[in-house]
Nanobody, 117 residues
Framework: VQLQASGGGLVQAGDSLRLSCAAS????????LGWFRQAPGKEREFVCR????????YCTDSVKGRFTISRDNAKNTVYLQMNSLKSEDTAVYYC???????????WGQGTQVTVSS
């Protein structure tokens, strides 16, 4: 299983970015997918996750109303639409795939998002 994240970059506060993560090496329509992030000097934290069908999503409070997670199972791809970005959103963003057991077992390589204020 491989996850390839892309779409990061340097933006100004208030701007938007869309991250993508393409999964390969199998079919993932039965798996939860998620996004995490790690800011400098901090631990990795959960951002958003989406159910296998895409019918239900959940995001951490700090990004609710600004970030939206979605997926396209035909393309084995998960997205993170980030609007109204803030400097505190600066981090390396990682996509992840959850096993049926519940563990986040597979991780992408990370994509850097830098928000200047």
């Amino acid at each position: 299983v491989q996850l390839q994240a892309s779409g990061g970059g340097l933006v100004q506060a208030g701007d938007s970015l869309r991250l993508s993560c393409a999964a390969s090496g199998g079919t993932f329509s039965r798996n939860y997918l998620g996004w995490f992030r790690q800011a400098p000097g901090k631990e990795r934290e959960f951002v958003c996750r989406i159910t296998p069908s895409g019918g239900s999503t959940y995001c951490t409070d700090s990004v609710k109303g600004r970030f939206t997670i979605s997926r396209d199972n035909a393309k084995n791809t998960v997205y993170l639409q980030m609007n109204s970005l803030k400097s505190e959103d600066t981090a390396v963003y990682y996509c992840a795939l959850q096993r049926q057991s519940g563990s986040w077992a597979y991780w992408g390589q990370g994509t850097q998002v830098t928000v200047s204020s």
